[in-house]
């Protein structure tokens, strides 16, 4: 059919001349694929709602009516978003291709929906998690993982990516490459320093040997499998609350805002473009603003006796 070719240019022209990642095709192609399915069902229930079920032929009113019963769906609004990001790209090649006069969706916004706040674990749940065992090759790399996460802050990319010339132990730093292909110097702490080193002393240099974090195979660890061994040593360790790698990285975040109140430096450590990210995602308490509202605004300092 003419409007499969047209999502198949799309398609090539995201994979070819903008390098989009599989997993950015796949959701590209699937939320192209709902919006073909629910035209084909509201031309089917309602003939004289639509003339054609093309998507290319959608109007602006078509588009608003899907988002607004994803809505209702309870669908969220980051991802409905996302939706919306699709269909502005193809409307938009569409206009490229001189297929259409105008993008149907430019102008339209998706519902917003309350951001949940992530949660951190407490110190003592922290310690809880990271004393672990050390009787086998597979719990010293465990605990070096967890203790790496939780000292430096890492993005689970970023920890999997690591190799063994990004550490350097002698300086207590890790070289780290972030979204956008960002580098950024980040600190280990003793710890996790200890830990790592247990762990190469452990390691053996073969199948992927400049991967830091290593398989039974040799072969370097994937995101699934680490998240697996977070999993298994939170219930291992006897911890209700589910523990992540992204948790690991919200409670150093959490910890440090709340010891030294540097939200700029922690924005740094997260490698955080805006510092608004940093703000959600630390969850400020009031107690800490109003201390620096007291010190720092010209009408709420008391004066000197």
Same mark, same amino acid.
């Given at each position: ?15 070819y ?9 796949s959701?590209?192609?699937?939320d ?13 229930? %309602?003939?004289s709602?639509?003339?054609s ?29 996302r939706?919306?990001s ?5 409307y ?10 105008k993008?149907?969706?430019? %102008?339209i ?8 706040l992530?949660?951190?674990l407490?110190?003592?749940s922290?310690?809880?998690l990271?004393?672990?065992?050390s009787?086998?090759?597979l ?8 203790e ?11 920890? *999997?990516?690591?190799?063994?010339d ?7 730093s ?7 292909g ?9 710890k996790?320093k ?5 762990w ?16 039974s ?10 998240q697996l ?13 589910? *523990? ?20 700029r430096? *922690? ?6 473009a ?6 959600i995602y630390?969850?400020l ?6 201390? *620096? ?5 010209p009408?709420?300092?008391?004066k000197?006796?």
């Amino acid at each position: 059919m003419k409007h499969q070719t047209e999502q198949q240019h799309f398609h090539d022209y995201l994979r070819y001349e903008k390098h989009y990642s599989p997993h950015t095709l796949s959701n590209y192609q699937r939320d192209l694929k709902q919006f073909s399915q629910w035209l084909i069902e509201l031309k089917r229930t %309602d003939s004289s709602a639509l003339n054609s079920a093309a998507v290319i032929d959608a109007d602006s009113q078509l588009i608003r009516n899907w988002i607004a019963q994803l809505h209702r769906q309870g669908i969220s609004g980051k991802t409905i978003q996302r939706k919306l990001s699709t269909l502005r790209s193809f409307y938009q090649f569409m206009l490229r291709e001189e297929k259409i006069k105008k993008n149907p969706a430019i %102008d339209i916004r998706a519902p917003k929906s309350p951001r949940k706040l992530p949660t951190a674990l407490d110190v003592d749940s922290i310690s809880r998690l990271l004393e672990l065992p050390s009787d086998s090759k597979l719990a010293i790399r465990d605990r070096a993982i967890l203790e790496l996460f939780y000292s430096s802050g890492l993005r689970l990319s970023e920890l *999997v990516n690591l190799d063994i010339d990004s550490i350097d132990l002698i300086d207590n730093s890790l070289r780290a490459s972030g979204k956008g292909g960002n580098t950024r110097i980040l600190p280990i702490g003793n710890k996790a320093k200890q830990a790592l080193q247990r762990w190469l002393k452990q390691r053996k240099a073969n199948g992927d040997e400049n991967a830091l974090f290593t398989s039974s195979r040799g072969t370097r660890l994937t995101p699934r499998a680490i998240q697996l061994r977070v999993t298994h040593w939170q219930k291992k360790q006897g911890l209700e609350q589910h *523990v992540h790698p992204h948790k690991l990285r919200h409670s150093f975040a959490s910890h440090l805002l709340e010891s030294s109140g540097d939200l700029r430096a *922690v924005q740094e450590l997260l490698g955080h473009a805006d510092i608004s990210t940093t703000q959600i995602y630390t969850h400020l308490d009031f107690q800490h603003l109003a201390e *620096v509202y007291d010190k720092a605004h010209p009408r709420a300092r008391k004066k000197q006796s």
